[in-house]
Nanobody, 120 residues
Framework: QVQLVESGGGLVQAGGSLRLSCAASGSVLTISTMGWYRQSPGKQRDVVAAATSGGSTNYADSVKGRFTISRDNTKNTVYLQMNSMKPEDTGVYYC??????????????WGQGTQVTVSS
């Protein structure tokens, strides 16, 4: 069994910062890609940022220059540092991981989501 547990969401004023964390636990052998997705009210879930095990990163155009994704592979954890936040950053943020499980097999997992609200 694999779990992704997110933390760090909350309420912040426009221009402020938040840091999200997501830790993978359980039958994890190695993790290839970890990323963050956002689902805003009335919209589909879209990728915000992703990072490979080799250190490559990519970002949605709307967050480039403001958000930074990073990983601690020793802890199977991914972070999302969000700066200069805007009201349009509001939504539920989900962690996602492609990983190899102990005992074999590759699978994709989602966290439970954490609410981020940016007030104007």
């Amino acid at each position: 069994q694999v779990q992704l547990v997110e933390s760090g969401g909350g309420l912040v004023q426009a221009g402020g910062s938040l840091r999200l964390s997501c830790a993978a636990s359980g039958s994890v052998l190695t993790i290839s890609t970890m990323g963050w997705y956002r689902q805003s009210p009335g919209k589909q879930r879209d990728v915000v940022a992703a990072a490979t095990s080799g250190g490559s990163t990519n970002y949605a155009d709307s967050v480039k220059g403001r958000f930074t994704i990073s990983r601690d592979n020793t802890k199977n954890t991914v972070y999302l540092q969000m700066n200069s936040m805007k009201p349009e950053d509001t939504g539920v943020y989900y962690c996602n991981a492609d990983l190899w499980r102990r005992g074999g097999g590759v699978a994709n997992y989602w966290g439970q989501g954490t609410q981020v609200t940016v007030s104007s």
